[in-house]
């Protein structure tokens, strides 16, 4: 028989073949996927299991006994890949050996058609004892649901163990917060994940589980706007990676995105992160309040009967209200309104609300936060000086600043005061180096520019720009220039007068100009000072950016800053300083070799062949203001000497790649030694290395190596193809295809190309070869790894040591882009 729903019913479903046909045929419909869904498929496993048990029941002649849903399963949220969470229930009057039976003729057919199974068998106390002894086993049965035998011992059981939870819920709930701290430990936050585990992440299924039972208790409720919809996308999500994969997992791995995105009809893999963010951000909030309000009715427990014995009396005193703001007071460790507040007529009140917190470092409360969203009236624009005022406040507040944000943006209240914020809103990041999604990258930003307002004249100008220094990312094209005309608009806005507004576009344009010129270019040519310098035209703005490019690097992830790229950002500010302040930058003179790289040079010429050192690097990792961590090792200095002739570079960083050695900074230049060793050209290599894994290589074997790379005994191509096709790497999803370009205005001396690619083992190797087979010198290389992302330079000149013409280098980009893209 076919039921309405569009399940067959238990009389032609009951064996093992049947039940899988019909569940194939319900996992397989277009039409019906989502809370349907799921549903069905509970709807029909309990008939298949139903039948299953009460056959084997009649069978066993056991009576008084149970089929139970507990977990998931009891929920009714069966994904296509979910366990089966079951409980065979009975009295205890039968005979042990007959509910043995019974049980495997329930659980063997599961196993039979290879379906996960959670399985147990108790009696009403031995599962009420479990319950006791094991907080999960609680959790599961606080959604049991009778599915065969006898209701009453399931209604029993139910009734019983709610009782319980709520008894025991003060002792209990202390528990179940810990175990999703230590959950939220091991799993990182959901929202800000590349590849987020649905399940067990902070803001997934777990914890929205969790606030069920927190609800449950009676102790305290979780904010129910948009929780059930948050819930049902994260079930959407998994339920099409388990059909897509074919496998029962809740990771979101990079490789299947693009086709769950494609299972549940949105754009791109994206739209998806972009879904799953929003839905796992509403859980985490709610969770959030949650857990204050749990805290908070504990300690008033804990608390109330020292009161009564202190008064003498049943009675408890009013709260303290302490003022913290005009229409804004503490109460009971939390921000409110104040009784006289009146948000309809004062616009403020919600930035002045929110920086009052976080300068107090306390939470507002949820009462709060949705009477200001739904009572105060918008800003006028450009907004009054007080709300500007107060927006810096909030910023400046650092880390205390960002669980405010959360409540203000929760309740719309962000993109109602900035509206262009929605554009970045959960929007993911997929390049490695970032943390955190877009908009969680500008609030961090802001937060590490809070412990920079000491080092300069305009902290409210950088707080500001540290907030929307990524604004243009929810823009087609060039973030940075988008995001100068948003900034601009912005600026004014808000309340900033016109000169004000073009240093915050300023500012965002060009956020990041002094790193990428630090770290990729040849900062003793006066070109690439003299062009940062008509980039940020004054002193004052050159103050911003320094400190803006340290809270956007602190921000991103501790691949992007380090005391070496400080080092060099703050090299070059210096220059660029001298420059606006009306000195000349003097045309460069060939730099004198070190002590170490003239020794080593003397002995290459002596020798004719190259010559290594290795030297261990250390670095202090920058910390908060004025605060430093520990030195620690982040790889090898290695420098090379080696006469001046073709094929250094591909060979160098061949025999490197050879040897499983990352490169994280190079530069080469020739230098000519003086007398008396003779006017002899000399290349001078100085690399940045670190071991993919196991210890370093000697440097006698990198030496040996070397020499035979470059008198053509040792096949470096062939050798890496070798390797990489015995132990190819997993890839995620595709990279984007390598570009080289020439940088505009980069030097006067040489053309500057860059190039952009995925790292890989050997991609130095494979640039080198084809600058040589271009013919052209390689004047001074810079070379940037960035997580999964290499951005390097190479100052180039023809034969006679002038930079190429613009035909040359186009041809020269266009030949470089077909060979990297050659495997």
Not at 295 to 303: F, G, H, K, Q, Y
Not at 421 to 430: F, I, L, N, S, T
Not at 503 to 531: F, G, I, K, N
């Amino acid at each position: 028989m076919t039921r309405t729903d569009g399940t067959t019913g238990q009389a032609d479903e009951q064996g093992p073949g049947g039940y899988a046909a019909a569940r194939l045929r319900l996992l397989q419909e277009k039409a019906r996927s989502g809370p349907p869904r799921r549903s069905a498929l509970a709807r029909l496993t309990d008939d298949w299991a139903g039948a299953l048990f009460t056959a084997a029941a009649t069978s066993a002649g056991v009576r008084g006994a149970a089929l139970v849903a507990v977990g998931g399963y009891g929920r009714g949220e069966l994904s296509p890949r979910s366990d089966l969470d079951l409980l065979l229930l009975h009295d205890g009057k039968a005979d042990t050996a007959a509910v043995a039976a019974l049980a495997d003729r329930v659980w063997y057919p599961v196993w039979d058609l290879g379906l996960a199974l959670d399985h147990s068998v108790r009696t009403p106390g031995e599962a009420r004892k479990a319950a006791g002894d094991d907080l999960k086993v609680q959790l599961g049965l606080l959604d049991a649901r009778h599915v065969a035998g006898d209701l009453g011992l399931t209604t029993a059981l139910r009734t019983t163990v709610l009782a319980d939870w709520r008894n025991q819920a003060p002792k209990r709930l202390p528990g179940l917060y810990e175990l999703c701290q230590e959950r939220a430990e091991r799993h990182g936050e959901l929202q800000f994940l590349l590849e987020p585990d649905l399940k067990e992440a902070r803001g997934g299924l777990r914890d929205a589980t969790a606030l069920r039972a927190v609800a449950a208790s009676w102790l305290a409720d979780a904010p129910r706007e948009g929780l059930d919809g948050a819930r049902r996308h994260l079930l959407d999500a998994r339920d099409a990676l388990h059909l897509v994969t074919g496998r029962a997992t809740d990771r979101l791995a990079l490789q299947e995105q693009q086709q769950v995105a494609a299972e549940l009809e949105l754009l791109d893999a994206d739209a998806l992160l972009r879904e799953v963010y929003e839905a796992a951000r509403t859980v985490s909030y709610a969770s959030d309040v949650t857990w204050r309000e749990v805290n908070r009715v504990l300690r008033a427990r804990s608390a109330r009967p020292r009161l009564r014995a202190l008064l003498g009396v049943g009675g408890r005193p009013a709260a303290e209200r302490t003022p913290l703001a005009e229409g804004v007071v503490e109460l009971e460790g939390e921000v409110v309104l104040a009784r006289t507040a009146r948000p309809e007529r004062d616009p403020v009140l919600p930035l002045r609300a929110a920086a009052a917190a976080a300068q107090a470092g306390l939470p507002v409360s949820l009462h709060a936060v949705r009477r200001l969203a739904h009572d105060a009236r918008p800003l006028p624009v450009p907004w009054p000086a007080e709300a500007r005022e107060q927006l810096v406040t909030l910023l400046g507040a650092g880390e205390s600043m960002v669980p405010v944000w959360d409540a203000l943006e929760a309740e719309g209240l962000i993109t109602a005061l900035l509206p262009d914020w929605e554009r970045v809103r959960c929007r993911p990041q997929r390049n490695p180096v970032h943390t955190w999604t877009v908009d969680r990258h500008l609030v961090e930003a802001a937060v590490r520019a809070s412990s920079l307002t000491r080092r300069v004249g305009r902290p409210d100008l950088l707080l500001v720009a540290a907030l929307l220094h990524d604004i243009g990312k929810g823009w087609p094209g060039d973030h940075s220039v988008a995001g100068e005309v948003i900034a601009r608009d912005v600026a004014g806005r808000i309340g900033f007068d016109r000169t004000d507004a073009e240093v915050l576009a300023t500012l965002v344009r060009h956020h990041l100009l002094l790193v990428e010129t630090a770290t990729r270019r040849d900062l003793e040519d006066p070109a690439t000072v003299r062009s940062v310098a008509e980039a940020v035209k004054s002193a004052p703005t050159l103050e911003l950016l320094h400190a803006l490019t340290e809270a956007d690097a602190l921000a991103t992830g501790p691949a992007a800053w380090s005391s070496w790229r400080a080092s060099l950002v703050a090299g070059l500010v210096k220059k660029v300083a001298a420059v606006l302040a009306g000195e000349t930058p003097d045309e460069p003179e060939p730099a004198a070799p070190g002590a170490e790289q003239e020794r080593l040079a003397v002995e290459a010429v002596r020798t004719g062949g190259p010559v290594l050192a290795l030297h261990a690097r250390t670095e202090t990792r920058p910390g908060d203001g004025a605060v430093t961590g520990a030195p620690e090792p982040v790889g090898v200095e290695l420098l090379i000497a080696l006469p001046d002739q073709p094929g250094v570079l591909p060979a160098v960083a061949g025999v490197l790649a050879l040897h499983r050695l990352t490169v994280r900074a190079a530069d080469l230049r020739a230098v000519e030694l003086p007398e008396p060793v003779g006017r002899t050209a000399v290349l001078l290599l100085s690399w940045r290395v670190a071991a993919e894994y196991g210890s370093l290589p000697q440097a006698a074997r990198l030496r040996a190596d070397l020499v035979r790379a470059l008198d053509g005994s040792l096949d470096i191509r062939a050798r890496l193809a070798e390797r990489e096709a015995a132990y190819p790497r997993r890839r995620g999803t595709q990279a984007p295809p390598p570009t080289v370009k020439v940088a505009p205005a980069g030097s006067r001396l040489a053309t500057v190309i860059e190039v952009r690619a995925q790292d890989a083992p050997g991609l130095l190797h494979r640039i080198g070869r084809a600058l040589e087979a271009a013919e052209v010198r390689v004047r001074s290389a810079h070379v940037s790894t960035l997580g999964a992302n290499a951005v390097d330079a190479f100052y180039v000149t023809c034969e006679k040591g002038e930079p190429l013409s613009g035909e040359r280098a186009a041809g020269l980009v266009q030949e470089m882009e077909s060979a990297l893209r050659e495997r």
